[in-house]
């Protein structure tokens, strides 16, 4: 793994040196996130996001365990545990709130995480299994979240659950057997509550698994940087640790602070009032919105209004929903252009732009009511998400031209810091 | 492991190159494969409606107490059930629709039972999201074709509960339901 310069872990301690030699886990651990990992020496704050997901992991992982210890699965008691968690249990309402905005904090530093693959080219040759394997948890968080989102059984969970089976539903012949499948009845009820606990509780260390699965393929190649240029010798690389812990631990410091903020001081501003109310399966709330990590999504879903030759719209919607994901497996093999970073890549760099607009438009539209306006924005943006992947970018690949590269990441820093020719050795530690 | 040592299995090819382990082989993993497959059956059928949620698949309904223009709220598989004692007026006015220009061609008579035009019986649940549409409680809006109103994304129902207007695919569904006698139906 990883470059031949790499420093090799030598246990001092007597006693690391007994467990190494008997299972090489200090071993593992030091060549993965030690002195044993040779990075990039010139990554910015923008690779923070991959550490911030895990701790941002951590922190639902340990949040949720505490709150499966005061929460019963069952839909005559849900609504009532979530209550009591919030004004009877000892700093309940702190381990609820850390765990609700804590799924919320995950998606934004994943987001962050993905879109910095996407502007830096980091899904290219070799990371494509590093992306893909991205792809595979960003999936698995957006099924676990929905599932959270369902066991406080309040009106938004009840009719959530609805909406996001009813899209199986839309599966022509074999769509409402699913539904009642994935259900366990014909409407969201005990059964239903019952097994997204389970599952809830269980995906989130199937991710850690994939998570596993997704260092250990980045660690093949090593890490991508902000030139794209491949490492060319040990002067391009600096150890993990300590210069990365220091600047992830920094981001870690950032995050904590930006987390307590809303955690502290606008706990429900991210959540919907609605969910206060218990569920309820006579009356419909006025407005059903899904959390805003799916509001891009759910845009596209509402997109289409229209049948389209034997295809209604509610199924065009949701396979366009789910083609709007599965796309992005596609990526590499999309993007032919063989200049990984959008810094030298001009033309690239402002459609990144409008990308970036795009989904936020989306997003904007997926949270607000289903208007004819609103709906005519989505179905607008929904075309230029698709155009983007399938069109513009093969294009840009083909006639785009790059500007000149760096020869390699030593060069592309010491141009930065007006220090061409001398050696690398007279660089300031800053 | 097609080794030359194996000479005694060798003996038994019959000529074609398969061996006897080579027969062994498939059958065991195909054992073992349909084995497998009957572990998972179970495991998947488990997620299916369980007994309890399937004797609830049923439920009947006492039409006695709704006069004509009243509509009741029930619930038929834990989702919510619309019947509607129609006025002549209101039954009137559906007829008056000419059925084919509609999104969801259907008459009253075809979403009704034979000779109880005057009761209308349909799930609660809108066609396009699921949500509740208003109507069948007392004083809630009925929207402008006077059936039901769905407040998520304005879809107007007509007094047959067929969809006019708004975003929704579907007429209002009409389950299966029978009448046990003339003031009684079991729907399911």
Redesign the interface.
């Known amino acids: 793994m990883s470059f031949p310069w790499a420093a090799h872990y030598t246990p001092k301690a007597p006693l690391m040196k007994w467990i190494d030699e008997r299972l090489p886990l200090p071993r593992l651990v030091y060549n993965s996130i030690g002195a044993g990992y040779p990075v990039p020496r010139n990554l910015n704050y923008m690779w923070n996001f991959g550490v911030l997901s895990g701790l941002a992991l951590v922190i639902q992982i340990v949040s949720g365990i505490i709150m499966a210890m005061h929460y019963a699965a069952n839909d005559l008691v849900a609504f009532g545990t979530v209550e009591h968690v919030m004004r009877d249990v000892n700093s309940g309402w702190l381990i609820r709130y850390a765990h609700a905005n804590g799924a919320s904090f995950f998606f934004i530093v994943v987001y962050l995480h993905i879109f910095r693959g996407l502007f830096y080219g980091s899904y290219k040759a070799p990371r494509e299994m590093v992306w893909l394997l991205g792809l595979v948890i960003y999936l698995l968080m957006m099924a676990t979240a929905f599932m959270g989102y369902v066991l406080p059984w309040g009106q938004m969970s009840y009719?959530g659950a609805?909406?996001i089976t009813?899209l199986f539903g839309a599966i022509p012949v074999v769509g409402e057997p699913i539904q009642?499948?994935?259900l366990?009845?014909?409407?969201p009820?005990n059964?239903a509550l019952n097994?997204f606990f389970s599952l809830h509780y269980l995906l989130p260390f199937v991710i850690a698994g994939v998570i596993i699965l997704h260092i250990w393929a980045l660690h093949i190649p090593g890490s991508n940087n902000p030139t794209g240029v491949d490492v060319k010798g040990p002067q391009d690389t600096v150890p993990f640790h300590p210069y990365y812990t220091a600047k992830d631990g920094f981001g870690a410091g950032v995050f904590l602070i930006l987390f307590s903020i809303l955690l502290f001081f606008a706990p429900n501003f991210l959540g919907h009032p609605d969910n206060y109310i218990e569920a309820n399966?006579?009356?419909?709330p006025?407005?059903?919105v899904p959390e805003w990590y799916f509001w891009p999504f759910y845009a596209i879903l509402r997109a289409f209004?229209f049948d389209f030759f034997f295809v209604?719209?509610?199924l065009l919607g949701v396979l366009a929903m789910f083609a709007a994901i599965l796309l992005l497996f596609f990526l590499p093999w999309l993007d032919n252009s063989p200049v990984r970073s959008g810094k030298f890549r001009p033309v690239f760099k402002q459609f990144f732009i409008v990308l970036c607009i795009d989904v936020l438009i989306l997003g904007w539209c997926g949270g607000a009511?289903?208007t004819a306006g609103y709906v005519m924005i989505s179905q607008i943006a929904a075309a230029y998400y698709f155009a983007h992947f399938l069109i513009i970018l093969p294009l840009i690949a083909m006639f785009e031209k790059p500007l000149p590269l760096p020869n390699s990441i030593t060069e592309a820093v010491l141009a930065k810091h007006n220090l061409q020719g001398e050696e690398p050795a007279a660089v300031p530690a800053e | 492991m097609a080794t030359a040592e194996h000479t005694g299995t060798e003996g038994l090819s019959g000529g074609d190159g398969v061996r006897r382990r080579d027969f062994i082989n498939i059958a065991a993993v195909s054992f073992a494969g349909v084995g497998a497959v009957a572990v998972v059956l179970p495991l998947v059928n488990q997620m299916n409606p369980s007994a309890d949620v399937l004797a609830l698949a049923s439920s009947e309904v006492d039409l006695s107490a709704i006069q004509p223009g009243q509509a009741i709220k029930t619930t038929f598989r834990s989702q919510p059930l619309f019947v509607r004692h129609l006025t002549p007026k209101e039954i009137a006015e559906a007829d008056a629709v000419d059925a084919s220009t509609l999104r969801d061609p259907q008459t009253l008579e075809e979403r009704t039972v034979d000779g109880k035009k005057q009761w209308l019986v349909t799930m609660g649940v809108c066609t396009h999201l699921g949500c509740v549409p208003l109507g069948a409680g007392e004083g809630e809006v009925r929207g402008e074709y006077g059936g039901y109103f769905c407040p998520c994304h304005g879809s107007s129902y007509d007094t047959a509960a067929r969809i006019r207007k708004g975003p929704a695919p579907l007429n209002l569904e009409v389950p299966e339901y029978k009448f046990t006698s003339d003031t009684a139906i079991l729907v399911g």
């Open positions: 009719w609805k909406v009813g009642t499948w994935l366990g009845g014909f409407a009820g059964a097994r399966p006579l009356s419909t006025a407005h059903i209004t209604p719209a509610k009511p289903a």
